[in-house]
DNA sequence: CACTTGACCTGTCCGC
DNA sequence: TGCGGACAGGTCAAGT
């Protein structure tokens, strides 16, 4: 679920938490956490201060003095949680908020532990997320970094390129082409259907049916829901939290994500309705996505 | 080659 | 109440 607002929302958090601390000692009792590591990270992580914390598409890169990095990827469930030194508890505040809860649980991870007695959980329901400690020079060398496309939110992204790179999967469906990071990085699941929607584009539309003035369309609406999902803290839709334990409420403002059989808010008689495309849960507005070819359209429905 | 599907995991929810 | 199965979705490997 951590798509591209979520872990910025994780981000700007933790780069106002963390730099300056000095970690002392790392515990982790999951190989998997730390696949491959070329690096003891027992010895190259203890003593080194923290920078700063920085994100490319859905990782986070926390910087360290020694120029080492930590590379972080939360997957679906991974969550980095900060608690300081005084407090053990960590969420929303109310004490019906399944989301609060003492760290760590058993799904922690990694945690590191710094100088001034705070701490840092890495938990992972799923064990599907991953840290990285490795040269900052290195960093762009992994394979991720190698083949990732550009930032959504770049001052240097327009919409030229965004139609260039989508038309480079000409056949594909547009929400597969969205998904795909190495076209664009950072959408996922989420971020795809609402941009669909706002651009009033079918998931299953194949790109080469697509107009310019559509894709350009979509390149707008994909940078102002990024930027209202980031404004709200991101999505919580199951167990994101931010930095501090908190929820984001970008959910409340979704026009289509998990609101099957409620009202569209384009049309107040139509129901969102829930498909299948590119392997996904699909939300889409019968009337507002349209497939180009009606028989395409009556075909998918049935 | 371009694209789609399955595997990786675990917790939750639904129907029987 | 317990149990099996479907589902959730980011990314990579395997399959078509």
């Known amino acids: ?134 040269p900052s020079a290195e960093v762009s060398n992994l394979d991720f970094f190698k083949k990732v496309g550009p930032e959504p939110l770049s001052a240097n992204f327009f919409a030229k390129e965004f139609r260039g790179r989508i038309r480079r999967r000409p056949s594909s469906t547009i929400k597969s082409a969205l998904l795909d990071q190495s076209v664009i990085a950072g959408i996922g699941n989420i971020y795809a259907d609402e941009s669909l929607w706002e651009a009033r584009i079918h998931p299953s539309e194949r790109v080469n049916n697509i107009s310019e003035a559509k894709l350009n369309t979509l390149f707008k609406s994909i940078q102002s829901i990024l930027r209202l999902a980031i404004d709200k803290g991101g999505s919580t839709d199951r167990n994101y939290v931010n930095a501090r334990g908190q929820r984001g409420s970008y959910l409340e403002f979704a026009k289509v994500f998990r609101r099957e059989g409620q009202p569209c808010f384009r049309h107040p008689k139509e129901n969102i309705i829930k498909l299948r495309v590119a392997g996904r849960g699909t939300h889409i507005c019968p009337k507002c996505q349209k497939l180009r070819s009606t028989a395409e359209n009556k075909a998918i429905r049935v």
């Open 1 to 134: 679920m951590p798509e591209l607002p979520e872990v910025e929302t994780i981000r700007i958090g933790l780069d106002k938490l963390l730099p300056g601390k000095k970690v002392i000692s790392e515990i982790h009792d999951w190989d998997k956490g730390f696949p491959n590591s070329k690096y003891d990270v027992q010895q190259f992580l203890t003593g080194a201060k923290i920078l700063c914390v920085r994100r490319r598409a859905k990782v986070l890169l926390i910087e360290l003095d020694t120029k080492y990095s930590l590379a972080i990827h939360l997957k679906m469930t991974g969550q980095l949680i900060f608690i300081s030194k005084t407090k053990e508890r960590w969420g929303g505040g109310h004490p019906s908020d399944s989301l609060v809860g003492h760290m760590p649980d058993k799904s922690t991870r990694v945690t590191l532990l710094f100088s001034d007695g705070s701490k840092l959980f890495f938990n992972d329901q799923r064990k599907f997320g991953w840290m990285r400690l490795l």
